[in-house]
Nanobody
Framework: QVQLVESGGGLVQAGGSLRLSCTAS????????MAWFRQTSGPGREFVAV?????????KYADAVKGRFTIARDNAKNTVYLQMNSLTPEDTAVYYC??????????????????WGQGTQVTVSS
């Protein structure tokens, strides 16, 4: 059974930084793309960032986080990271990591990802 476990959320002041981690188990981690999404009080999960499988040479970011957030993976640790800098109150959300069922999938819409973590709360105070 594939599991994703996020950690690293918390409360931070505007302008601060946080690093989220997501550790995977249950299948070969390097074979799959990994992504981060977030959800506020509204419906649907918003794309944040995605990194390709293997060496993670390909990445894509939502416009809202480009230049502030960085996604990276450490295949030896079965972990994907989201470094978040220059946080604003608009970044407040529950952050989820996600992975597709298929090893060939790489994209940025939530319906491409079938495996999700439980989420970690990020709250940015003004």
């Amino acid at each position: 059974q594939v599991q994703l476990v996020e950690s690293g959320g918390g409360l931070v002041q505007a302008g601060g930084s946080l690093r989220l981690s997501c550790t995977a188990s249950g299948r070969p981690f390097s074979n799959y793309a990994m992504a981060w999404f977030r959800q506020t009080s509204g419906p649907g999960r918003e794309f944040v960032a995605v990194i390709s499988r293997d060496d993670g040479i390909a990445t894509k970011y939502a416009d809202a986080v480009k230049g502030r957030f960085t996604i990276a993976r450490d295949n030896a640790k079965n972990t994907v990271y989201l470094q978040m800098n220059s946080l604003t109150p608009e970044d407040t959300a529950v952050y989820y990591c996600a992975s597709p069922y298929s090893s060939v999938t790489y994209g940025y819409t939530a319906n491409l990802f079938g495996i999700w973590g439980q989420g970690t709360q990020v709250t940015v105070s003004s």
